[in-house]
């Protein structure tokens, strides 16, 4: 088991998270149970996936939760174009936050990529290494 406090794109994502609760704080309250939900619940997903992976044994399931939680950032990066051409997020604050999801997603695959490659050359197991 491996702690994910430890994991950069972890610290990254639950500030990312954090900086989407703020930003959706200000939206209309008839979104309340619609975009403003979905965008949580989806830039939530990405960090709860990160943490569900390092609870579990091995890489095989490290590398599945990855994997859910880098989707969960391309679901975000979708509900904040769609939230920008709504009109409940202005550019500039439409670009910070998707170059953060942007950050986070290129973290996920360096990480994703990173585990495949020891994986394959010496045997490295990144839940009981780290």
Not at 24 to 39: D, V
Not at 56 to 64: I, K
Not at 81 to 100: E, S
Not at 115 to 130: H, M, W
Request: glycine share 10%; hydrophobic share 40%.
């Amino acid at each position: 088991m491996k702690d994910f406090h430890r994991l950069q794109v972890w610290r990254k994502a639950h500030s990312f998270t954090l900086l989407v609760y703020r930003a959706t704080g200000a939206f209309p309250k008839h979104e309340l149970f619609g975009l403003t939900s979905q965008l949580r619940h989806a830039s939530a997903s990405i960090a709860a996936n990160i943490a569900e992976g390092c609870g579990r044994t091995g890489n095989a399931e490290m590398l599945r939760f990855l994997n859910m939680a880098q989707g969960s950032a391309s679901e975000v990066q979708y509900h904040l174009l769609l939230c920008r051409d709504l009109g409940y997020l202005g550019a500039q604050q439409y670009n910070a936050l998707g170059d953060a999801a942007g950050e986070v997603k290129r973290m996920l695959v360096g990480l994703i990529t990173k585990i495949r490659e020891d994986k394959k050359s010496a045997g490295f197991n990144l839940v009981a290494d780290c």
